[in-house]
Structures are given as C-alpha cells and as structure tokens.
C-alpha cells in the first residue's frame, strides 16, 4: 500500500503581505457633479430603487402598474401575471401580496417624470391610490392614471 503524508508549514515560513494603505479623498459636492456621478454609478433611493429619466429614452413613458388581486371576481391574478410577462416585473405591484403602494409610488413619482399610472381594481383600490398620491404632497400635476376595473361594482370606472 502506498501512504500519503500531508504537512502543514510552519508559521516561520508563511509571510504576510503588507496591507495598503486607504487613501481618502475630497467628494464633489456641486449638484452637476453629483448627478453626473449618479448617471455613472446608480445609486439606489432611500427605498432601494434605481430610477430616473436619464435611465429612459426621450420617446418612452414608464408604466406602474397596481394590482388588486383580491377584487371582485379575482381575475387580477390573471391579469397581474400577464402584466409581468409584458413588463418589468418591478413596474406591476400586486397590493394583495406586495402591501402598501406609498413607497413605491413615491420612488417612481420622484424619478419619473413623464409617469403613467395603471390601476387595476375596484372602487376601494382607486381610491388607495388616489390617497396615497395626495399623501406625497407633492406639486400638481399629478401622474395620468387609467383604471382597469377589476371589481364587482366598478361605479368610479364608469363615471370617469
């Protein structure tokens, strides 16, 4: 039989590699530099997001879309999953699984200009979104909103 031995080095014969040294520097703090920076290296908003219109081409119009699954006869599922396929995933959020809409409809309001809102739902869901819009406090004009109704007796979609 053949038998293998393994050794291990001492410690004498292991060295260390000297560390560099961390070299600070002076950060641009002008507006066009920072914005500059920001279209070089993304950073993500206070809620995790990476948007804005320089992400955009000039002939596109983003899309967010807000889906009661749980509406009326629940056909959002179906809905929501046939969004998904045609749009970033990111851009459809399910308010039955996902929550509350304020964070991301902060996020994309701030860095979207141009922002279109899709709301699939009933009356009641609507109005969530609509109460969350007003909650941003932000100036007019707010983003065009169409709405797919969803729900059982869809009155709001009917009169508007």
């Given at each position: ?5 393994t ?7 292991i ?13 641009e ?36 879309v ?26 459809v ?68």
């Amino acid at each position: 039989t053949t038998s293998t031995s393994t050794t291990t080095p001492s410690t004498s014969t292991i060295k260390e590699t000297p560390q560099p040294s961390l070299i600070f520097f002076d950060a641009e703090t002008s507006k066009r530099a920072i914005q500059k920076l920001s279209r070089d290296a993304p950073v993500p908003n206070r809620h995790g997001y990476i948007l804005g219109d320089e992400f955009v081409s000039t002939t596109s119009t983003p899309l967010l879309v807000f889906i009661n699954t749980r509406s009326g006869p629940q056909q959002g599922l179906i809905v929501a999953n046939q969004l998904r396929r045609l749009l970033n995933p990111i851009q459809v959020w399910d308010l039955g699984r996902d929550g509350d809409p304020a964070t991301v409809l902060e996020s994309f309001c701030d860095g979207f200009s141009k922002l279109r809102l899709l709301v699939c739902g009933g009356d009641g869901t609507v109005s969530w979104i609509l109460s969350c819009l007003e909650g941003l406090k932000r100036e007019y004009p707010w983003p065009a909103m169409a709405i797919l109704p969803l729900g059982t007796g869809n009155d709001l979609a009917r009169v508007h």
